[in-house]
């Protein structure tokens, strides 16, 4: 079983800076490529950014230069540090991760969502 578990959204004003992280754990043999979805109301799920195993990075054009991905891949972690956060980066966002298990082989995982709140 593997689980993916997110942290750090809160509300915060424009302007300010938030530090997601997500944890990956069970019976994990190698994570592949990982990614921060979000999910305002009314929208459909976007990719924010994307990191794969070499450390190679993506990120959606609304983001550049104002988030950055990262992972440790000692301790299955993702984190995407946020900053001059505005308002349309309102939303629930998720992690999401490509795992290789033994019993499983290569599957797609993702956390239950972390809140982000962008506001005065």
């Known amino acids: 079983q593997v689980q993916l578990v997110e942290s750090g959204g809160g509300l915060v004003q424009p302007g300010g800076s938030l530090r997601l992280s997500c944890a990956a754990s069970?019976?994990?043999?190698?994570?592949?490529?990982m990614h921060w979805y979000r999910q305002a109301p009314g929208n459909q799920r976007e990719l924010v950014a994307a990191?794969?195993?070499?450390?190679?990075?993506n990120y959606v054009d609304s983001v550049k230069g104002r988030f950055t991905i990262s992972r440790d891949n000692a301790k299955n972690t993702v984190n995407l540090q946020m900053n001059s956060l505005k308002p349309e980066d309102t939303a629930v966002y998720y992690c999401n991760a490509d795992i290789i298990t033994a019993a499983w082989g290569r599957r797609t995982y993702w956390g239950q969502g972390t809140q982000v709140t962008v506001a005065s």
């Open positions: 990191i794969n195993s070499d450390g190679i990075t």
């Open positions: 069970g019976s994990i043999f190698v994570i592949k490529d």
